[in-house]
């Protein structure tokens, strides 16, 4: 029996969490696939390209590109039906439109727009298309709250997609580690999708009938769903969009179609089994180099901890300075903090992560992070790359179980 092939491509792969993600529903289904045709990796002022290496290490070098992807013309991207990426979260502001042309100027190296200029430029226009971005996409820049989000949407909608988004903490769907990001599923207007959207209740494809709502159940408050229209072309609303306004219009769920944005509060619902930060170490497994040395523990407390203080800036001029206290160690049963790209190295820091075994205390090995992502094992243990940029990796990466579970609502609706 031959399968259907959805075919994708890959942008700011990293070390392939989206593709691990959609390979994982690949396994839920006899008669569809994902299949990745192209990749592109590509890190700005490094010389040596190490997730790049990583991601060809795992998956092969076949249709893989390490070249800027700025750069890389339209046409050497293979037509596709899903697009996939965790762009990064950047000024999306515009600064003027080409003339005769539906291109756009935005600032300098702002990847949003690389995205952008592949849909315009493409014929045919992937089906569907499923990013990942800090949920701080939906309320920056603080002088104009939302308006990079409606940038994006608005420009999808010149591009023909329908729009739904949520903000997903993975440990509210018994995940490892509290993650919050934003997912943004589109759907071009030649999808049977975008045609039920349109008949749909917008509320009801929010709270139950939606892809993201079928991934990750939740329920909606409903004194906080309400809708407004996103009006103008993209310069005007780079311009003016919720100027002098002090919050966001977009709430942590939604629906944008034909102009009209519809937007609610959502929480998740979820009662499944839990997984915990003790559930993922490497219990006695620890290499010696992730103990903190006794003389150096009241270094980590003091950075820990609560703090009133004078400081003293390099001027010269003195100011109080406060902050509250962090656990310390982490607590083993509750899912992790967020991790961050500074995790590796031996110096005492806030917001590393530090455990408590009964060697003594130690901070979390490559494994472990890449466990609270949930990747395989020794995923991006690779000869060459320390320790330290195995931890940057996980840092900058998603959670794969996120992925599979929207990857596999978009095979059920295809």
Not at 244 to 257: C, Q
């Amino acid at each position: 029996m031959s399968k259907e092939i959805l075919r994708v491509v890959e942008l700011f792969a990293g070390v392939g969490g989206f593709r691990l993600g959609l390979e994982q529903a690949n396994r839920n289904f006899t008669d569809k696939v994902f299949e990745i045709v192209w990749s592109n990796q590509w890190e700005p002022s490094t010389k040596t390209q190490h997730a790049s290496l990583v991601y060809e290490a795992r998956f092969g070098a076949a249709h893989h590109s390490n070249e800027d992807i700025s750069e890389v013309p339209t046409d050497d991207i293979p037509d596709h039906d899903l697009l996939v990426g965790g762009f990064p979260c950047q000024d999306y502001s515009v600064a003027t439109a080409l003339k005769n042309s539906k291109g756009l100027i935005g600032k300098k190296g702002v990847l949003w727009w690389s995205i952008h200029r592949i849909l315009s430029e493409k014929k045919n226009k992937p089906k569907y298309l499923l990013l990942e971005n800090v949920d701080r996409l939906l309320k920056s820049p603080v002088s104009q709250r939302g308006r990079d989000f409606a940038i994006i949407l608005k420009s999808l909608e010149e591009l023909d997609y329908a729009v739904e988004w949520r903000v997903i903490n993975a440990a509210d769907y018994g995940m490892p580690q509290r993650r919050r990001r934003v997912f943004i599923l589109a759907y071009h207007k030649s999808t049977k999708i975008h045609k039920i959207i349109q008949k749909s209740s917008k509320a009801d494809w929010i709270s139950q009938d939606g892809l993201m709502a079928s991934s990750f159940a939740s329920t909606t408050e409903t004194n906080s769903l309400k809708r407004f229209a996103i009006d103008g072309d993209l310069v005007a609303l780079s311009k003016d969009f919720n100027k002098n306004k002090k919050g966001s219009p977009f709430e942590n769920s939604g629906v944008f179609l034909d102009g009209t944005v519809y937007t609610g509060k959502t929480t998740a619902s979820f009662s499944g089994r839990r997984t915990t930060l003790k559930d993922i170490l490497q219990n006695g497994e620890a290499e010696e180099e992730f103990f903190i040395p006794e003389e150096e523990i009241s270094k980590w407390e003091y950075l820990k901890g609560a703090k009133k203080e004078v400081r003293k800036s390099s001027n010269g001029f003195e100011y109080h300075y406060s902050e509250g206290s962090m656990v310390f160690p982490d607590a083993l049963d509750k899912p992790s903090r967020t991790i961050i790209t500074g995790e590796g190295g031996k110096s005492a820091s806030r917001f590393k992560h530090v455990v408590q075994t009964d060697n003594g205390l130690r901070r979390l090995t490559p494994i472990e992070l890449e466990r609270l992502n949930m990747f395989p094992d020794d995923h991006t243990k690779l000869p060459g790359i320390t320790n330290a940029k195995r931890a940057f990796f996980m840092g900058n990466a998603l959670v794969v179980g996120i992925v599979e579970r929207i990857a596999t609502e978009i095979l059920n609706n295809t």
